[in-house]
Every structure is written in structure tokens, then in C-alpha cells.
């Protein structure tokens, strides 16, 4: 639609005149092409030079590119050899036309610095360079939280023009656009750059069609500040729980102490979620963790209710023991766990019968005798109860050390899977 004549020049070194490029800011309002069925190509790329934010609650990236952009003006085109060898100038951008390039996941004002000018060479290729601010949408999962890892897209295309109008092409191969970005990463905050991956493809709507470059800008957390602050902690808490188990089950200690360890890890659980991520997609592996342990510590505190509670039924009731009981608890289970039966209490002393003592049909002695004889059945009766008491207090140790091996073995296969589940999300 316009004519192909090249640039003139006022002189042997002062480039493209300035009559001839007013012509050519006139034209900005339509596409630099002098064949309207040929289309614009214009090539992408991008340095990452810093990871401003994650806003898991949102759902929001927040980055800072350097962003690059190539086309060629037809209708900037000279011979520097009749324009004093200039082969490059710089232009005011709003002079010119631009290609209509934007980011599909934007989701905010732009709120980076403007670049005023474009370099041009004598070829009518045009250099554009802008800083530019990216507020996208991007799908975060943060069930492994702290140890995620995030994939964000980046999906480069122009707005109104379809693929008639514009193509687009990258102007660097991906490795070296994230070669680059390693290079100059200044920000990155608790987030590292770990690959950046790109692919050419048409976007379809109705009967048109849009060129697009899309990005896959792959992130992961540093998880020291959480691990330091979160999981150290519990852990801590967790083995306190456990030492807790070697206190005497007979003793009040033991209760109580479970109790405060209770309340202080309800207390350290109100602290720390103000650092753990919020979104309605679903819970992070850190919360069920920390639910987990929480439930814990309660079974713990259950079961040193039941402890206590066995203590005092044989101390307190006098109830004797049911068969089944001393047959399952004392036999089965303390063979099952290698317990070793042990006197918990002093061995009541050995009664002498009264004959021993005092032999003989002495009839002034049946008065005392009788008496001891009474003594005697007291003292049976106290023994007795002893026995009973020992023996409940032989059914709490039991169950105390079965219950307190179970405890372990679920802590220690928690805190394996765990783990497992956090290292191979981690090392992806």
C-alpha cells in the first residue's frame, strides 16, 4: 500500500534526514509492511532478574523481566553509505509503530518504568528493550509447603492481531534465556530459579487464530526458614513428649507435665499460622502435620489417663483382678514385649504361726493366742491387699511399656513418610 523508497539523507554524515522521517511517523498508525498480505514478524525474549512474590492466598506470581522485542519497519530502511555509514539510531517509540505484545496471565496495572526510545538499524530492524513488571495469575499448589515447587506460565502474544498480521518468534533459544536469567537473578527472595522451558503455539477463537510463545518459569522455596522455625520446634516438642514416658507412671508428674507440653504446643500452633500459606484450594502437608502431632501429644496425655487410672483402681477400689486380665496383660502381652516381672512393692514379712510360738496347752496363754490370731488375719488381709495392689501396679507397667513401644513405632513410621514425601517433592 505504500511505496518501497528508502530513507533520504541530508548529508554525507548525518544519517536519515529528518523530512524523511517524519513521513514515517506519520504512518505509526498502521503496520510498517509494503505488502499488507505479508505478515509482521516479531521476536521474544525475556530475562528474569527477579522474583518480587508468591501470594499462594491469590494465586499470584510476581516477577521482573527484562523484556526484548525484534520487528522490521519497511519503512526504515537507507544505505549507510549515502547517510555517512549510520547504521543504527535511536527513536522515540511513540513515533513508531509497536506490535501489540502482551502477557495473557497479566492481572494487574503496569506499574514498570517506560522506555522511551527504540534503536533502529539501516535494515529497518527495531530493537525494543522495556522493563517490565509481571503480576500473573498462576495455579499454585502448596501442599508441600515448605518444599514446593512452582510452575508458572508465561504466555507472550498480540492482543488484536492474528496470525495474518503478526508471528512470533523467539529471538533467543530457551537455554540461553535461562542461562541469562541465572546470570543476572538479583531478587529471588525464599524463591530459586530452577528451568525455564518454552514452545510456540496457536491460540484459537471462533475462526481466528493468535501466534503465542508460551514460558514455563519453574521456581522452587528455600525451606530453611521454615524448617528452622517450624518443624524444629515440633520435633523438639515431639521428643520431649517422648522422654516423658520414662517418668514413673505412678507418679502425678507425669500428668501434668504432658498437659503443660499440651498447652505449650497449642500455643506454638497459634504463633506459627501466620506463616503457613492459606489458600481455599486445600490444606498444606506442614498443617496435617502439625494436626498429627497435636493428636499425638493428646493420645499421650489419654494415655497416661489410663495408666493412672489402672494405679488407682488396684491403690484405692481394692478390686481384685479379673482372671482374663492377669492372663492377657500378664501373660500374653508381658511375653509378647519381653517384660520382666519385678516387685513393685516390698515383699510383705512372713507370718509365724502362733503354735510356734507359744507351744503347749498353757491355758493362760489362750488368751494372747487368740489375740495374735487376729493380729495374724489382719496382717493377712493387709498382705492380701498388697498383693492385689502389686499386681495392678504389674498390669499399669505392662501396659505402660506397650503402649509407650506403639507410641514409638507410629512416630518413628510418621516421621519417615513424612520426610519420604517431602524429599522426592523437594528433589523434582
Known amino acids: 500500500p505504500f511505496g518501497g523508497a528508502e530513507l533520504r539523507c541530508t548529508g554525507s554524515s548525518s544519517g536519515p534526514s529528518y523530512e524523511s522521517l517524519k513521513e514515517v511517523f506519520d504512518k505509526k498508525s498502521f503496520r510498517p509492511t509494503l505488502n499488507y498480505s505479508r505478515p509482521t514478524s516479531v521476536n521474544i525474549s525475556f530475562t528474569i532478574y527477579a522474583v518480587l512474590g508468591v501470594n499462594e492466598k491469590s494465586q499470584i506470581l510476581t516477577t521482573f523481566l527484562w523484556l526484548r522485542l525484534f520487528w522490521q519497519n519497511e519503512f526504515l530502511t537507507w544505505k549507510p553509505g549515502q547517510c555517512g555509514s549510520v547504521e543504527k539510531i535511536s527513536l522515540p517509540v511513540e513515533d513508531l509503530w509497536t506490535p501489540d505484545i502482551i502477557v495473557y496471565e497479566f492481572i494487574d496495572e503496569d506499574k514498570s518504568q517506560h522506555t522511551p526510545f527504540v534503536y533502529v538499524n539501516h535494515t529497518g530492524r527495531i530493537r525494543y528493550d522495556r522493563m517490565l513488571r509481571v503480576v500473573s495469575s498462576c495455579n499454585l499448589g502448596i501442599f508441600n509447603f515448605p518444599f514446593d515447587v512452582q510452575n508458572c506460565s508465561l504466555t507472550f502474544g498480540s492482543y488484536m492481531h492474528t496470525v495474518r498480521d503478526v508471528r512470533l518468534g523467539m529471538a533467543l533459544p530457551v537455554e540461553q534465556i535461562m542461562e541469562n536469567s541465572l546470570q543476572y537473578l538479583e531478587t529471588s527472595g525464599e524463591w530459586e530459579l530452577l528451568k525455564i522451558e518454552g514452545t510456540s503455539d496457536i491460540l484459537k477463537f471462533d475462526i481466528d ?210 520426610i519420604s514425601v517431602w524429599c522426592v517433592w523437594y528433589n523434582i
Open 209 to 418: 487464530e493468535w501466534d503465542i510463545i508460551t514460558f514455563w518459569v519453574v521456581i522452587r522455596r528455600r525451606p530453611v526458614l521454615y524448617v528452622v522455625n517450624l518443624l524444629i520446634p515440633s520435633a523438639f516438642l515431639m521428643l520431649i513428649d517422648i522422654l516423658s514416658f520414662f517418668l514413673p507412671p505412678h507418679s502425678t508428674d507425669r500428668a501434668s507435665f504432658k498437659m503443660t507440653l499440651l498447652l505449650g504446643y497449642t500455643v506454638f500452633l497459634l504463633i506459627m499460622n501466620d506463616l503457613l500459606p492459606s489458600t481455599a484450594n486445600g490444606t498444606p502437608l506442614i498443617g496435617i502435620y502439625f494436626s498429627v502431632c497435636l493428636a499425638l501429644l493428646v493420645l499421650s496425655l489419654l494415655e497416661t489417663v489410663i495408666i493412672t487410672h489402672v494405679l488407682h483402681r488396684g491403690a484405692l477400689q481394692s478390686v481384685s483382678m479379673p482372671i482374663w486380665v492377669r492372663r492377657f496383660v500378664l501373660g500374653f502381652i508381658a511375653q509378647l514385649i519381653c517384660y520382666q516381672h519385678r516387685n513393685v512393692l516390698p515383699n510383705a514379712p512372713e507370718l509365724v504361726p502362733p503354735e510356734a510360738l507359744y507351744p503347749g496347752p498353757d491355758m493362760q496363754l489362750a488368751m494372747i493366742i487368740q489375740n495374735l490370731c487376729r493380729v495374724r488375719e489382719m496382717l493377712e488381709n493387709k498382705q492380701h491387699l498388697r498383693a492385689q495392689e502389686e499386681e495392678w501396679m504389674l498390669v499399669a507397667y505392662v501396659l505402660d511399656s506397650l503402649l509407650y513401644r506403639l507410641y514409638l513405632i507410629f512416630i518413628g513410621s510418621y516421621a519417615v513418610i513424612i
